[in-house]
């Protein structure tokens, strides 16, 4: 098992509980240099690798080559700043280890992003809309309020989000996640429309 640790946005009180119980069950704690390697620090020792700009997807592969086989018997953690699955190195991690062993199970631990962190500091409360982006053209976009499916759904194909995910009281009881989009939806739903 690959997993994706997320750590916050580098407050060490703003890592999951999840996230600790990850860190504390692996066999193998790799973060992505000093930053994240403080936060772990506390709970046990990582493995640190360096990821210098620019040669990101090289140092991906080398480090895919050497955990991808482990992966099959292991739980390998390695662990981001901020959430794991927006902008991280994870992403290239975890690409590069399924192409070596796509029968290797994939899982990522949510955890509070920068972004979060930063509206949270301003207390700057988001009413409509937020992009998060870094080339003004997302390729993900989240709608929350998602009574009205159909229609968002609608409004994301006429945009271009062609790969729709409705998910529904996630974590809640009833938990729905699914390619169809309902006529209807819950207020705790949402739908991810991704751009390929
Ligand atoms: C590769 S992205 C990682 C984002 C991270 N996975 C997250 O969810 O917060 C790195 C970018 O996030 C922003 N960032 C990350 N940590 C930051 C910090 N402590 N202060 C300000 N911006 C930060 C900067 O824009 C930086 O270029």
Do not use: W
């Not at 062993?101 to 972004?115: F, L, M, Q, T, Y």
Request: some cysteine; glycine content about 6%; overall charge negative.
């Amino acid at each position: 098992m690959l997993t994706g640790v997320s750590l916050g946005p580098g407050d060490p009180e703003l890592i999951t509980l999840k996230a600790l119980r990850v860190i504390r069950e692996a066999d193998e704690v790799i973060v992505p240099g000093e930053n994240a390697g403080k936060i772990v620090r506390a709970y046990r020792e990582p493995k640190v690798v360096e990821f210098p700009m620019g040669r990101g997807h090289e140092v991906a592969k080398r480090l895919a080559e050497e955990i991808a086989d482990r992966c099959r018997r292991e739980k390998i953690a390695f662990c981001c700043l901020g959430d794991a699955a927006l902008y991280s190195t994870f992403s290239i991690l975890a690409e590069e280890v399924l192409k070596i062993a796509p029968d290797v199970e994939v899982e990522i631990i949510p955890g509070v992003s920068v972004v979060f962190s930063a509206l949270a500091l301003t207390k700057t409360f988001v009413k409509k809309s937020l992009l998060i982006t870094v080339d003004f053209e997302p390729e993900v976009v989240a709608v929350l309020k998602a009574k009205n499916s159909k229609e968002i759904a609608g409004k994301l194909r006429e945009m271009g989000y062609e790969d729709l995910k409705f998910i529904e009281r996630l974590h809640m009881d009833g938990q729905r996640v699914s390619d169809e989009i309902p006529n209807e939806a819950s207020y705790f739903s949402l739908i991810l429309g991704v751009k390929r």
